[in-house]
DNA sequence: TCCTTGGTTGCACACGTGTGCAAAAAGAAC
DNA sequence: GTTCTTTTTGCACACGTGTGCAACCAAGGA
């Protein structure tokens, strides 16, 4: 009521306006915006300029319903306050923006709760695709997903089952490119501090670990590899330290960078130097990690890249084209965290 | 069509296909589903059952089409992958998702033309309302918005007219206040290092700056104060060291905390020692800030909180209630890259 | 038995747009 | 001028849902 009095009147023109100041019938109007061959020229070229006038602004709900295609797509995330993700959501943004889609963000904060409520939004608008950047997706989850009866794709998750697809980044590749490094500076006593509310991630990373431990034929010691509890990554990467001191660690692989800053602040608090007394590595590569101190040696990925790759996938599939999972190269960062161990005094 | 074939079809249930299997008009339907007392108890609760089995899910849109109202409501910002936006996305999006609203992200880039193209999108789509976390609202794009007919808030953005409100923090106060943190320390050569591409916090934090310094009785020195010419708020710190050098600045106060790390690692390569050499204070309080080495101190905005501020009186406008206009506090968070000028050799 | 009342239900229209089909208008060919 | 073709237009229905109004039904009272 208020608002009414409030607020200036939209323009609520509508089609059917412009036909009667036109002379015409609403479908007449209908073809000329479309630029439909069945309107006469000159008919068509008045009507569009009439309707530039008044101010018409096609509502897209009313075409949606009847053409089954709303232009939307929905975006789940667990957060969108972290560095990872933002990128993603950037590189989706532009593109679906770019293609005339308009996009649906909604964070989980990975609980499962609030992602079956999320799908359930999306269902309800009924987006033509969906695009997942959430931790763990359960059986019953993708389930639902699927139920939507619309493509779907996944980031750095594999899980999928049928019609469901997915972007990567090639978790496994970066994390042996990662302890490959730090093994050819000489260390032996490598830990791994994983990320347990990201299970499809962390068990390619820990793959990837272990895959280069084997290369370099060092046998797997379950005290260097941790899983802190809690849900905060800079935590996380700070309450790690003891554990890893206490396990002789001379080098640590992280989850990702967030996690590697949070262990490296908390060396720093206990009087330990990084690189000299304690090698860091990291993944992701977000922007912060070149301006810590010491710079963050890590894996880069191609956030941005990953997230163009998986609007265009979804495209691709609303087009009924076939698609293929898509697994995009990492690349190792060498900057100052990381240096050969310190020989024994 | 190869959609059609590769994927299960959605399960396309209408109220009309429950009110055939229920042997009752779609009018009933609506009805039992909306719990509208005109129906008979017993019927309803069938039709609620039946719904449920066969997996009925409302289309918004036609909901949309004959209620006026979307629940939707469009979130512009400058870049999403930004730690001072994201924060503020994160808090409309918790409550706009709590009250049953989706939101339509999109980034301008601080591009006018994209602005431009945004809002329409919006207009399209028929949001019910517009929040704005830009960097520059020019009069021409107030004007567009305002056209639209919705409510608007700006963020950080006291540029409204009439029918636009705004949530910001206290940028002129905060300013001040970090300013007087390096009076009370003893530094009077303190810079300003500003944002030239977000106008109007820059000019209320300018202004604090000298009403700080004014109030000491210290001299206004233009040569104390710089707007580097990039987008790159990191870069633009680096980039400010040479001149403020050369100014014989021993205190800098930055328009942010990214200006300030930018600065911070600037200074580290040039041999300075932060704080000992130079005193730098940011602005923001992003996560980062507490694990940069020094840790940076800062004045605290509650971004979050703006956020939820925002959608808050977003939806107190559509509910037709009168708003006023909100500025919340900053406060002052003391690390450890601020200190007491050396004293004169 | 008839009328009144109150509770249920369906008809019909509306929201704004797209489109198949038939009708009308215009032009072409004879 | 007549017939056939082509172009242009409008009618009517569809998409999925909400709702005023009239009609129906059952129960209660006179």
Do not use: W
């Amino acid at each position: 009521m208020a608002v009414e009095k409030t607020l200036p009147k939209g323009q609520r023109v509508s089609i059917k306006d412009i036909a009667r100041a036109a002379g015409v019938s609403h479908s007449t109007v209908s073809r000329a915006l479309r630029n439909s061959p069945l309107v006469n020229a000159e008919t068509a070229a008045y009507i569009r300029r009439l309707a530039q006038e008044m101010g018409y602004t096609p509502n897209i709900l009313a075409q949606s319903l009847v053409t089954q295609r709303t232009y939307t797509i929905g975006l789940v995330v667990t957060s969108i306050a972290d560095p990872f993700v933002d990128a993603i959501v950037d590189g989706v943004e532009a593109l679906a923006t770019r293609e005339g889609y308009s996009v649906f963000l909604s964070s989980s904060h990975a609980d499962p709760g609030r992602e079956i409520a999320v799908v359930e939004a999306f269902h309800r608008r009924r987006v033509d695709g969906v695009i997942v950047l959430a931790s763990r997706v359960g059986s019953l989850y993708t389930e639902r997903l699927q139920e939507l009866g619309v493509p779907i794709v996944l980031i750095n998750n594999q899980a999928g089952g049928e019609y469901v697809y997915s972007v990567s980044a090639d978790n496994l590749g970066g994390a042996r490119e990662a302890v490959c490094h730090l093994l050819e500076l000489g260390h032996t006593r490598i830990a791994y501090v994983g990320c347990h509310f990201r299970p499809p991630s962390n068990r390619h990373r820990l793959e990837g670990y272990r895959q280069a431990l084997n290369r370099a034929a060092i046998p797997y010691d379950p005290n260097l590899v941790i899983h802190p509890r809690g849900f905060s990554d800079l935590e996380n990467g700070q309450q790690a330290l003891p554990h890893l001191l206490e396990a002789g660690a001379t080098a640590v692989f992280c989850y990702n960078d967030r996690m590697a800053i949070g262990l490296i602040n908390a060396a720093r608090d206990h009087g330990l130097r990084v690189p000299d007394d304690l090698s860091v590595i990291g993944f992701d590569d977000i922007e912060m990690s070149a301006f810590v101190t010491p710079r963050l040696t890590t894996i880069h990925q191609p956030r941005y890249e990953m997230g163009r790759r998986a609007m265009a996938m979804l495209l691709a599939l609303l087009a009924g084209e076939q698609v293929q999972d898509v697994v995009l190269p990492t690349e190792l960062i060498i900057r100052e965290s990381t240096a050969p161990p310190r020989s024994e005094p």
